[in-house]
């Protein structure tokens, strides 16, 4: 097992890919701090996690507050006596035209996306400081880090950021031996994406966005996720690996 006596921090745990995040990392022998705003859907995965004969606990976090931030993380790393690798998961999406997308919800976006991702690595990053621990970051990008699509200027904005700050992240944390990589996910069928699933034609729509004509599941995320987390990444710093069924590798025509 490849996480054996390593403890995994999640934001946004208690959703899609978070929660398959986790079930994936207790699988190979981590301890999972199951964080998310949501609190009773996070008890839920700890459970599930727990029931399956893995290690967990659940935990109350809001990304955006820096203080309880600080606060959940100490608190996981009593609880478990460790923490290995950070998982900045947590996201919001709008789908508005941008010229009616109000300020609010750009800040909230950009709020939970963008600074809700720094403050959990940058707490993260100070522990493994303190700590002396070889840690691990790995962030939720997307596809639309790399490319737009309609209606969405706040998440497209706020995803792209989360490619640049990946980078300048690794490059600033490679000397306290901190890696850091993002995960760029095409259409995953989750809570966040359901409502494309509601009807043919929208669901056909989003399977030929992709090369592979499909969307893609929970755990082709969480697989990609454990591997950059991983010792057989020991050498990956810096990269947005983008898993998307060849969404972005061209357009077909
Ligand atoms: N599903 C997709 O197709 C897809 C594609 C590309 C990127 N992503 C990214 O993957 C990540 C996870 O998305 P998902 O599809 O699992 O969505 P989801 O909605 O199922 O899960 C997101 C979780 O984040 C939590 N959350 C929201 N605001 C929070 C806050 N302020 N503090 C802490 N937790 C908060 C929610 O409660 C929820 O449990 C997001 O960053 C999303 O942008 C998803």
Redesign the pocket.
């Given at each position: 097992m490849r996480f054996t006596n390593k403890t995994v921090f999640i934001?946004?745990a208690?959703?899609?890919?978070?929660r398959q995040t986790g079930l994936s990392f207790a699988k190979e022998g981590a301890n999972v701090a199951v964080s998310?705003?949501?609190f009773e859907?996070a008890e839920r995965v700890a459970n599930e996690i727990k029931s399956a004969g893995g290690i967990a606990e659940s935990f109350k976090?809001?990304?955006?507050n820096q203080n309880e931030t600080i606060e959940t993380m100490n608190n996981a790393y009593k609880h478990f006596g460790g923490l290995d690798v950070a998982f900045c998961?947590?996201?919001?999406?709008e789908i508005v035209s941008p010229l009616e997308l109000s300020i609010e919800e750009w800040r909230k976006v950009i709020d939970?996306?963008v600074t809700?991702v720094f403050i959990t690595a940058q707490t993260f990053a100070k522990h493994c400081i303190k700590e002396k621990i070889k840690g691990n970051i790995v962030i939720?990008s997307?596809?639309l880090s790399v490319t737009a699509a309609p209606n969405r200027c706040a998440y497209t904005s706020s995803k792209h950021a989360t490619a640049g700050m990946t980078k300048q992240l690794a490059i600033d944390l490679a000397k306290y031996d901190i890696r850091v990589n993002a995960v760029g996910?095409?259409?995953?069928r989750?809570?966040?994406?359901e409502r494309y699933f509601q009807d043919e034609e929208a669901s056909q729509k989003v399977r030929n966005l992709h090369a592979m004509k499909r969307w893609g599941e929970p755990n082709e995320i969480s697989s990609a996720v454990l591997y950059l987390a991983s010792e057989e990444a020991s050498f990956c710093t810096g990269t947005n690996l983008i898993v998307d069924g060849g969404w972005t590798a061209g357009k077909d025509w």
């Open positions: 934001t946004g208690a959703g899609g890919i978070g998310d705003l949501d859907m976090l809001d990304v955006t998961n947590a996201g919001i999406r939970i996306n809700g939720t997307s596809t996910p095409g259409v995953i989750t809570p966040l994406t």
